[in-house]
């Protein structure tokens, strides 16, 4: 029988690759063996419980952490452990912290335009060059908030700071999108409308977004996976479906090795 043409599904390169991934943290081993491949312009989420080392993970994919064995690499830039690779990789990622690591003698403007602080020509004239500012205030409209961008940000309430904080990521223009528990700080709400926004621009603009969360409602909202750890492993990788009650109980209250 003669061959046919067929349409082969190709799937695209991982956006982020762990192989094995080992990470020791004050002489004790925190994550072990642990081996992701994450798709572009996808929302995961790791989940577990406090001290599982959701945030070593974070730590690792952003290069902040170096690991005992195994490695991180990222799409067009490479392995972490390289350091032109680990520089390219941390020009296209950004991320939100919990606890927003905002000067409030600053506007909410100025604190946004940090997050360019480390692609700005060291001999760039004073004030940030207009281009600059311009994708600071898009930045800030994305969140809902072009309206503070003069304010200090001693002024704001939690949520608008939590707000200014995702501005200061988004400002990068990323390709990877890490939060370490971005929502924590803002009431129920306010978490659930920042992530749907997330989830936009992942679905948008092709962002791929990894987020470190404990609110499982809300992961099951966003996530396209919930990855879950338990004794520095993954003990759930699958859609936010075939996460029930008994996979949410075996995560938070692992028996005993």
């Known amino acids: 029988m003669p061959c046919t043409n067929a349409a082969l599904t190709l799937l695209p390169p991982a956006a982020v690759t762990v192989d094995r991934l080992t990470v020791r943290r004050g002489g004790r081993v925190v994550l072990r063996e642990v081996s992701l491949a994450i798709a572009p312009g996808t929302v995961t989420v790791i989940a577990g419980p406090s001290g599982v080392g959701k945030t070593t993970l974070m730590g690792a994919l952003n290069g902040l952490l ?16 390289e350091a032109g690779a680990l520089r390219e990789a941390r020009r296209r990622t950004a991320t939100i912290f919990q606890d927003h690591a905002l000067i409030d003698r600053l506007p909410a403007i100025d604190n946004v335009l ?7 020509h060291p001999l760039s004239p004073l004030p940030w060059p207009r281009s600059m500012r311009e994708r600071a205030a898009h930045a800030l409209d994305q969140v809902g908030l072009l309206g503070k961008a003069t304010t200090r940000t001693a002024h704001l309430s939690g949520g608008e700071r939590q707000r200014v904080g995702i501005a200061r990521a988004l ?3 990323p ?8 929502f924590a700080s803002v009431d129920p709400a306010l978490a659930r409308r920042l992530g749907e926004e997330v989830r936009r621009l992942a679905a948008q603009d092709g962002l791929t977004v990894i987020l470190a969360l404990h609110q499982m409602h809300l ?11 338990a004794h520095g492993q993954v003990a759930f990788d699958g859609p936010p479906a075939a996460f029930d009650d008994s996979a949410e109980a075996a ?5 005993p090795r």
């Open 66 to 81: 170096r690991p005992c064995g195994g490695s991180v690499a990222m799409a067009g830039a490479g392995r972490l452990d």
């Open 219 to 229: 992961a099951r909202a966003l996530a396209d996976r919930i990855v879950g750890l």
């Open 114 to 120: 940090l997050g360019l602080a480390d692609i700005r």
């Open 251 to 255: 995560l938070f209250h692992p028996a």
């Open 171 to 173: 400002v990068r223009q």
């Open 175 to 182: 390709r990877l999108l890490l939060g370490d528990e971005p």
